[in-house]
């Protein structure tokens, strides 16, 4: 254990941490944690029904864990006293081989064998709409094709430079 995630939790004022892992969809599942319980989570692992968050398992399966990868830990810059981890999960004390993050670093292991070199990043593309999620959340937005519009752009402004400044405070770099 390199990161010792409840001296962390008080040194930098977290208090509670998402333990996630993603799914064979793409989606990332979670769990938040408290920083009270994060010693236990960070020995054992967070509990989850892999069935449940489509990991081709049934009920039958019995609970997989999420070990937290403590090394990747990124406090939130939205929200400071959050933590995100990644994890590594686990089923009967066996990694979960089709597990996405578990193929990914099976791949880069395998390229890197072979004298190649993986690049992976983030996209960030996305859509601003309402809280519900049924519609876009700009009501002057009614172009067929709103890309580039500057000023839907600047109408949002607010928003999205907020979106900009916390992709920077992450080490993302984003250009444009």
């Given at each position: 254990?390199?990161?010792?995630?409840?001296?962390?939790?008080?040194?930098?004022?977290?208090?509670?941490?998402?333990?996630?892992?993603?799914?064979?969809?793409?989606?990332?599942?979670?769990?938040?944690?408290?920083?009270?319980?994060?010693?236990?989570?960070?020995?054992?692992?967070?509990?989850?029904?892999?069935?449940?968050?489509?990991?081709?398992?049934?009920?039958?399966?019995?609970?997989?864990f999420?070990?937290?990868?403590?090394?990747?830990?990124?406090?939130?810059?939205?929200?400071p006293?959050?933590?995100?981890?990644?994890s590594?999960?686990?089923?009967?004390?066996?990694?979960?081989?089709?597990?996405?993050?578990?193929?990914?670093?099976?791949?880069?292991?395998?390229?890197?064998?072979?004298?190649?070199l993986?690049?992976?990043?983030?996209?960030?593309?996305?859509?601003?709409?309402?809280?519900?999620?049924?519609?876009?959340?700009?009501?002057?937005?009614?172009?067929p094709?709103?890309?580039?519009?500057?000023?839907?752009?600047?109408?949002?402004?607010?928003?999205?430079?907020?979106?900009?400044?916390?992709?920077?405070?992450?080490?993302?770099?984003p250009?444009?």
């Amino acid at each position: 254990m390199s990161v010792n995630l409840a001296d962390v939790a008080r040194e930098k004022g977290i208090r509670y941490f998402l333990i996630s892992f993603t799914d064979l969809f793409g989606v990332v599942r979670s769990k938040l944690v408290p920083a009270s319980a994060i010693a236990g989570m960070q020995k054992d692992g967070a509990g989850f029904a892999g069935f449940a968050a489509h990991l081709d398992m049934t009920p039958a399966d019995a609970d997989m864990f999420g070990l937290p990868d403590a090394d990747r830990l990124i406090q939130l810059p939205w929200k400071p006293e959050v933590g995100w981890l990644p994890s590594d999960i686990y089923l009967g004390g066996k990694i979960v081989a089709h597990g996405p993050r578990t193929v990914l670093k099976r791949v880069l292991a395998n390229t890197k064998d072979k004298g190649y070199l993986v690049k992976t990043g983030v996209e960030c593309e996305y859509f601003i709409l309402t809280p519900e999620g049924t519609a876009v959340a700009d009501s002057a937005d009614l172009q067929p094709k709103p890309c580039y519009d500057q000023q839907a752009l600047m109408r949002r402004y607010d928003l999205i430079s907020e979106i900009c400044d916390h992709m920077e405070t992450l080490g993302w770099g984003p250009y444009q």
